[in-house]
Each structure stands twice: as C-alpha cells, then as structure tokens.
C-alpha cells in the first residue's frame, strides 16, 4: 500500500499541491488525470523523492518515504518512469538497462529480469547493443519503462508513457502496463490520455490546479458527465 496524505508542494512562494491525500493499493492500478500544469508530475516527484513536500506524509507499507532520499527510495520498492524517458543516450540499451539495477547485488535474479525485460519489449532485446538516442520515440519509452523495472520495484511510477506515440504504439504501451502489473507490480500512472488510463485504472483521481476533485473506480469517473466534458471530449 503506497498511502499520500496531506502533501503540500511549494516552488518558491506558489504552492503547487496543496494538502492532497490518495492510497494505490497493494497490486491495483491507480491513475491521476488532469490537464496540464494540474501537478501531476510534482506529485510523482514529491512520491519518489526527487522534490521534498513542504508537509504531509508518503507511506509505503509501514515505511515512512517522505524525507528519504530518492536513491533509497528506489531500494524500497518505488521507482520512477520519468516524463520524456531521460535515457542515457550514449550509452547502449543494455547498458542502460543494466544501470536500472545499479543497487541491486543478486547478480543471478538481475541476469533473470533481464531476461524478464528483453521478453516483454522483444524490440530492445533486437537493439541491446545499439546507443539509446537512436531509438525511436516508442523504443525509448520502453527502455526507460525496462530500465525501471529492473530495479524490481513493488510500486511502478509511470509519467506520462504515451506522450508522443501514435495510436498503435500507445495501444501497446497500454497492454504492456497491465502486463507488468499483471507480475504483481503496483502501479501509479499519470497520464494525459484520460480514457486509455481511465480503461485500465482500478481507481482514479482527478487532479485540478493542485488539488483532487474526484475520486472513484476508473469506469466510475469514464462515465462521469464532469470527467467526459472536461477530459474525455465528451
């Protein structure tokens, strides 16, 4: 159970989240929608460390994450897919995979998820030795989900998996994230597209300008006149 309570954010004077509370289940699939500058992002960031909230709690299981660095945080089950992939572009595919286990010492179980991340995305394993910059859009996005996952986390972050990729590759990245939460990996998913990540979401939250407007299952807030209008062109 990843459990946010009363997080409130502040760059400089402007406070970007303002007192949210939300809980992602132990194995769900739970998505923040909203638009643009909502802060989605900065509550992934606040979650996995990159930012420090001004107050409030993030809680995983019985473990107290909120002033823990974010490479420890990472050595306690959460990692972060970041928005725009951030790959090593220099380096080559299996080596930013590898780099994915940087804290990890189980040489064999690494080896194994390997394995593991090559039979989920066969397009990285046909590009293992190729730098990561060359990839397409679609490539990178699936090296830094693998990248992730090789860290075997319990809780997945993913911000933003579909920005950029045509409809075809989006349906694929879809699949793949309940697939992997399919592997007893819990994942929390911003995204844009609200009716893709609404269609796979356990439950939902909206976020507006810093604070959650709504709650409910994915399907409750898919046929919600407020949520169609707003974010699902209807």
């Given amino acids: 159970m990843l459990k946010v309570q009363d ?43 990159l930012l420090k909230p001004v107050s409030g709690t993030v809680m995983l299981d019985d ?28 380096q080559s595919v299996a080596e930013n995979l ?34 990561a910059g060359t990839l397409s859009g679609g490539e990178q996005q699936m090296l830094a989900m693998g990248r992730a996952l090789m860290a075997k986390p319990s809780v997945l972050l993913l911000d933003e998996p579909s920005m950029g990729l045509s409809p075809l590759l989006v349906s694929e990245i ?29 439950h939902a939250y909206v976020l507006e300008t810093g604070r959650i407007t709504l709650s409910g299952t994915g399907s409750e807030l898919a046929n919600d006149e407020r949520v169609k209008k707003a974010y699902l062109g209807g």
Avoid: C, W
């Fill in 7 to 49: 997080l409130v954010v502040r760059y400089g004077m402007i406070e970007a989240i303002k007192g949210i509370s939300f809980e992602v289940p132990d194995g769900e699939i739970v998505t923040l929608i909203g638009a643009n500058g909502a802060g989605k992002t900065t509550t992934l960031h606040a979650v996995s460390g």
């Fill in 63 to 90: 473990n107290n994450l909120t002033k823990l660095p974010a490479h420890k945080i990472v050595s306690m089950g959460l990692a972060q897919v970041p928005e725009g992939r951030r790959v090593f572009a220099q």
């Fill in 98 to 131: 590898k780099l994915g286990a940087y804290l990890r010492k189980d040489k064999d179980e690494i080896a194994k998820d390997l394995d593991y991340v090559y039979g989920l995305f066969p397009r990285l394993k046909e590009r293992e030795s190729q730098a």
């Fill in 174 to 202: 879809f699949d793949i994230i309940l697939e992997i939460n399919k592997n007893k990996v819990t994942v929390l998913l911003v995204e844009q597209n609200a009716k893709r990540a609404l269609s796979i979401a356990d």
